[in-house]
């Protein structure tokens, strides 16, 4: 196996992907963004912080489209290719450097009346694991579809009560920074698969309550939070428009609303750069 080093600097820009004949996310490269990276036709994988990442392409353009976690600092990161050869039997690597700059997210202080949900009794911790295990193992999953869907619609009607990535206070308590955006909405308000994809997932959590997590294809996975009733099963191929549930408000809430969380390369990034500009 042939192996060959190469750096570069990418600097991508808006105007680099205007004239694309297909859908790709937008680039917003920062802490709970998406670095979309392009990369030679050549190229058969991707690595980002050895994980898969998501690649599209038509017959002249390939692109990379990178999950960055909000933990992310700002800098500088390799991004590890592997390009076959014209007859498929040999390969090499190669490497791309990217730049990852800095996002500010504002603070939201939120008072929980259930106290249990944010400090849990003891004997919920090992229902609270085994509920993350199962949810990780969606997260992590990467089905090799040639072309997933990433042109997502909002999976249902109503005002966004809070954003992607606030640095959440709960009872005056430092928690983890929103990884998903709220849509406020009355309880019975119908949920929509925002994108074709498989259910990978779907159960009663301590946290998120009436939960479904979709499979769009290539590490792209989405969650859906807080349901007052789950309408699918784990296995069901679902098309865009789909009913998945319907808005409630169990698990850790305030009122009624879906939390809808998107994940790439196992990394939460915000929903609205799947959206299409001209929604």
Same mark, same amino acid.
């Not at 709970?32 to 038509?58: D, K």
């Not at 259930?114 to 990780?136: A, F, S």
């Not at 779907?202 to 349901?227: A, E």
């Given at each position: ?19 694309? $004949?297909?859908? $790709? ?8 963004? &998406? ?26 353009? *390939?692109?990379?489209?990178?999950? !960055? ?29 990217? *730049? ?11 008072? &929980?009346?259930? *106290? ?5 009794? *003891? ?5 609270? &694991? ?7 193992? %969606? ?103 789909? $009913? !998945? ?21 196992? %990394? ?12």
């Amino acid at each position: 196996m042939k192996f060959l080093t190469k750096l570069a600097v990418v600097a991508a820009t808006t105007a680099l992907f205007s004239a694309q $004949l297909f859908a $790709l996310p937008q680039h917003n490269p920062v802490p709970g963004g &998406i670095a979309v990276i392009p990369v030679p036709l050549s190229t058969s994988t991707a690595l980002f912080e050895n994980r898969q990442v998501m690649l599209l392409s038509s017959q002249k353009e *390939k692109y990379a489209v990178v999950g !960055i976690s909000l933990k992310t600092r700002p800098g500088d990161y390799p991004l590890e290719l592997t390009h076959k050869t014209a007859s498929d039997t040999d390969e090499h690597q190669s490497k791309l450097s990217f *730049k990852v700059g800095a996002k500010e997210y504002r603070v939201q202080r939120l008072t &929980i009346e259930n *106290k249990r949900k944010v400090n849990p009794y *003891k004997e919920d911790i090992d229902r609270i &694991i085994r509920e993350r295990n199962e949810m990780n193992k %969606a997260f992590k999953s990467f089905e090799n579809l040639a072309q997933p869907a990433v042109d997502f619609v909002l999976p249902a009607e109503g005002p966004i009560s809070s954003p992607f990535g606030l640095k959440r206070i709960l009872n005056d308590q430092p928690r983890n920074p929103h990884s998903g955006l709220d849509i406020a909405a009355p309880t019975g308000t119908p949920i929509h698969a925002p994108a074709a994809g498989r259910v990978t997932a779907v159960g009663n959590y301590f946290f998120n309550g009436n939960t479904v997590l979709l499979d769009h294809g290539q590490g792209l996975i989405s969650m859906y939070c807080h349901m007052s009733e789950t309408t699918v099963a784990v296995g069901d191929a679902l098309s865009p428009g789909d $009913l !998945i549930g319907k808005v409630g408000k169990t698990g850790r809430v305030t009122g009624p609303h879906l939390h809808w969380s998107v994940s790439l390369n196992n %990394a939460r990034v915000d929903p609205n750069l799947f959206i299409s500009e001209q929604q």
